[in-house]
């Protein structure tokens, strides 16, 4: 299958500082990108839902203001967690898909963010 | 509304057979997954059906009903290493996934 990455894999930060994360598709041309978070024990929720070049779509209750995502490119897609806070712990995941691979997506390997 | 609902928690033996359920509501329906998920790691494809019936892969299996908004996920001739949380996916606009089923195998 098609190959996605995340940096970084793990990242532990102040309360107030901001929080950058990368998802790469290596292999294919991500069209659409999603961002989801894990609490711990718990299944993924959806975050929001970005398409390459244009504003993402944020699932309801998830701030936009604090969870910044920018789609660039068709290999890139970044989440930023604006001063975080230690509630914002959690484990952020990060899957593509790509035009004309249906609907398969395919996850990162995740970032697990701790804020002290 | 989307739901889907699994089973939180289910225990089996090693080298035998444990069915695990999902059923689901939503307005669209584009497919349904099953994915793998171990502790700390993201989860991993195993399974897609989007027409009825069974989709047969190795030691994994899956069903499905779209009439009956169900699906299950068929686990034969288990390993310690199947021990893992389970998760079923429906595909809409966007890919929903139920609670996870969390599957303890047992020597």
């Known amino acids: 299958g098609a190959v996605v990455s995340q940096h970084p894999s793990r990242v532990i930060c102040k309360s107030g500082t901001s929080v950058k994360i990368e998802c790469r598709s290596l292999d294919f041309q991500a069209t659409t990108m999603f961002w989801y978070r894990q609490f711990p024990k718990q299944s993924l929720m959806l975050m929001a839902t970005?398409?390459?070049?244009?504003?993402?779509?944020?699932e309801q209750g998830v701030e936009k203001d604090k969870f910044l995502i920018n789609h660039a490119s068709l290999t890139l897609s970044t989440l930023t967690v604006t001063s975080a806070h230690p509630e914002d712990s959690s484990f952020y995941i990060c899957?593509?898909?790509?035009?004309?691979?249906?609907?398969?997506?395919?996850f990162g390997p995740g970032t697990r963010l701790t804020v002290l | 509304g989307q739901n889907i609902d699994q089973p939180t928690e289910m225990t089996a033996t090693e080298g035998a057979i444990v069915q695990i359920n999902c059923t689901y509501q939503t307005s669209g329906f584009n497919g349904l997954f099953w994915y793998q998920q171990h502790a700390g790691e993201a989860p991993t494809f195993l399974s897609y059906n989007v027409l009825d019936g069974l989709e047969e892969k190795g030691r994994f299996s899956s069903f499905l009903s779209r009439s009956k908004g169900y699906s299950y996920l068929l686990l034969k001739e288990l390993q310690m290493k199947d021990s893992a949380s389970y998760l079923c996916?429906?595909?809409?606009?966007?890919?929903?996934f139920g609670k996870g089923t969390r599957l303890h195998i047992l020597p």
């Open positions: 996916a429906v595909a809409d606009d966007k890919i929903i």
């Open positions: 899957s593509a898909r790509g035009a004309g691979e249906g609907d398969e997506q395919f």
């Open positions: 970005s398409n390459e070049g244009s504003k993402a779509t944020y």
